[in-house]
């Protein structure tokens, strides 16, 4: 085999080798720039899990002794878990964890969720909406979109949000979750009137009572024959606002003697105005070590099949981080080809000939490509880092190849 200082000789000697090898160099990098991953900056997000807890009604305290504790410890025990970060608010809890580097994200998250499971029963009865999602919790929206209507009320637009819209950018591949802003959802509301219900001897927590004993849907046995086997029910679900006026409180007296009951909106926890109106915002929080580019493709592909299906709804987007990283990289790849502009004028002009340039000019280009197919092989991202490095590597080129032509004069 020649050695590296032969190379030239034997380029002189079989040119059609060399031919070949740098069109199969070139071949291989073209090929890879089809499945490069091209990102901002190398992945080196940490493996980070959160596990988010909702309790109505309780107090920061209550959610710290009762719930967030609770968690913690569990979480604490899974292997792999570096760090652990805990906030206790009104009516919810965060834990935070955080994993060693080399754990996998996936298997993290699972024995997360294996681990809440199982202390899930210790939990207060109120507790609901557990969710573990692999993201920092203090993760801000990667891109953030907009749902507008001009007919639609706030509550059929958080419908069609939760139900269509989040649903299929959650179903998009390195997204967390989809954070939901000025959502108002329709909601069983029951105005009590104080004067009327003391008139009666009765109390709130009578109405209460009442209340939670109602909606029951539980098993209440079976009936089993020769030829089946039949499961029996009690469902005494009330979702109507005139049943649940007939609820009986005592003896004849009803729940609508003393109160009324309607569908009407949730209370309003945030606000998303766009031009002035009222709109329903959506953040799509991104998975560690995913890919924003990608999530911010797949994201425009998902907001113009919405926008062809719904009717008198439109999905705007309002912010994305993917274009500061096309543009930063868009940027970068100009610089590399300019510092290769430079650098072969510069050769020209020194050399005073042009069969002495094109060896420059012509290996330059194949050892880029070809450093393309070497990063795609490694499982490298292109991103800022690497291309700056590419930037500064046809200098190199050039003192290595004006040595060789040097020797071969010689």
């Given at each position: 085999?020649?050695?590296?200082?032969?190379?030239?000789?034997?380029?002189?000697?079989?040119?059609?080798?060399?031919?070949?090898?740098?069109?199969?160099?070139?071949?291989?990098?073209?090929?890879?720039?089809?499945?490069?991953?091209v990102?901002?900056l190398?992945?080196?997000?940490?493996?980070?899990?959160?596990?988010?807890a909702?309790?109505?009604?309780?107090?920061?305290?209550?959610?710290?002794?009762?719930?967030?504790?609770?968690?913690e410890?569990a979480?604490?025990?899974?292997?792999?878990?570096?760090?652990?970060?805990?906030?206790s608010?009104?009516?919810?809890?965060?834990?935070r964890?955080?994993?060693?580097?080399?754990?996998d994200?996936?298997?993290?998250?699972?024995?997360v969720?294996?681990?809440?499971?199982?202390?899930?029963?210790?939990?207060?009865?109120?507790?609901?909406?557990?969710?573990?999602?692999?993201?920092?919790?203090?993760?801000?929206?990667?891109?953030?979109?907009?749902l507008?209507?001009?007919?639609?009320?706030?509550?059929?637009?958080?419908?069609?949000?939760?139900?269509?819209?989040?649903?299929?950018?959650?179903?998009i591949?390195?997204?967390a979750?989809v954070?939901l802003?000025?959502?108002?959802?329709?909601?069983?509301?029951?105005?009590?009137?104080?004067?009327?219900?003391?008139?009666?001897?009765?109390?709130?927590?009578?109405?209460?009572?009442?209340?939670?004993?109602?909606?029951?849907?539980?098993?209440?046995?079976?009936?089993?024959?020769?030829?089946?086997?039949?499961?029996?029910?009690?469902?005494?679900?009330?979702?109507?606002?005139?049943?649940?006026?007939?609820?009986?409180?005592?003896?004849?007296?009803?729940?609508?003697?003393?109160?009324r009951?309607?569908?009407?909106?949730?209370?309003?926890?945030?606000?998303?105005?766009?031009?002035?109106?009222?709109?329903?915002?959506?953040?799509?929080?991104?998975?560690?070590?995913?890919?924003?580019?990608?999530?911010?493709?797949?994201?425009?592909?998902a907001?113009?099949?919405?926008?062809r299906?719904?009717?008198?709804?439109?999905?705007?987007?309002?912010?994305?981080?993917?274009?500061?990283?096309?543009?930063?990289?868009?940027?970068?790849?100009?610089?590399?080809?300019?510092?290769?502009?430079?650098?072969?004028?510069?050769?020209?002009?020194?050399m005073g000939?042009?069969?002495?340039?094109?060896?420059p000019?012509?290996?330059?280009?194949?050892?880029?490509i070809?450093?393309?197919?070497?990063?795609?092989?490694?499982?490298?991202?292109?991103?800022?880092?690497?291309?700056?490095?590419?930037?500064?590597?046809?200098?190199?080129?050039?003192?290595?190849?004006?040595?060789?032509?040097?020797?071969?004069?010689?």
């Amino acid at each position: 085999m020649a050695r590296a200082s032969e190379l030239p000789s034997l380029a002189v000697r079989r040119p059609t080798l060399i031919v070949v090898a740098n069109l199969l160099i070139i071949i291989a990098g073209l090929g890879a720039m089809l499945g490069v991953e091209v990102r901002e900056l190398p992945d080196v997000d940490r493996p980070i899990v959160t596990v988010r807890a909702f309790y109505d009604g309780a107090s920061p305290e209550t959610m710290d002794a009762e719930v967030t504790s609770v968690i913690e410890g569990a979480v604490a025990r899974v292997s792999g878990v570096k760090t652990i970060n805990a906030a206790s608010e009104e009516n919810n809890a965060r834990i935070r964890a955080e994993f060693a580097p080399s754990v996998d994200l996936d298997v993290a998250a699972n024995d997360v969720r294996e681990a809440v499971a199982a202390i899930e029963r210790e939990l207060p009865e109120g507790v609901d909406d557990l969710t573990i999602v692999k993201a920092d919790a203090d993760a801000s929206p990667i891109i953030r979109l907009a749902l507008v209507s001009d007919r639609l009320t706030q509550e059929a637009l958080t419908h069609i949000a939760e139900e269509d819209v989040a649903t299929e950018l959650s179903a998009i591949p390195g997204v967390a979750t989809v954070e939901l802003f000025g959502h108002r959802e329709e909601v069983l509301r029951i105005v009590v009137e104080p004067q009327r219900l003391a008139s009666y001897g009765l109390s709130i927590d009578d109405v209460a009572r009442v209340l939670r004993s109602t909606n029951l849907d539980v098993p209440a046995g079976s009936f089993k024959s020769d030829d089946q086997l039949l499961l029996v029910r009690a469902d005494a679900s009330v979702w109507q606002p005139a049943d649940v006026e007939g609820l009986e409180l005592r003896g004849d007296v009803r729940l609508g003697d003393v109160a009324r009951a309607f569908y009407g909106p949730a209370e309003a926890e945030s606000y998303s105005l766009l031009n002035g109106r009222k709109v329903i915002g959506l953040g799509v929080v991104r998975r560690a070590q995913s890919n924003t580019i990608e999530i911010s493709t797949a994201v425009d592909r998902a907001v113009e099949r919405r926008n062809r299906r719904l009717d008198d709804v439109e999905l705007v987007k309002i912010s994305d981080d993917a274009q500061f990283i096309r543009g930063a990289v868009r940027e970068v790849v100009r610089s590399l080809g300019a510092a290769v502009a430079v650098v072969i004028g510069v050769i020209f002009v020194f050399m005073g000939a042009l069969r002495p340039t094109l060896v420059p000019a012509v290996a330059i280009p194949v050892a880029l490509i070809g450093t393309v197919a070497a990063i795609w092989l490694l499982g490298v991202s292109i991103n800022i880092l690497t291309l700056l490095a590419l930037v500064v590597a046809p200098g190199m080129i050039v003192d290595d190849a004006t040595v060789e032509i040097e020797n071969v004069q010689r």
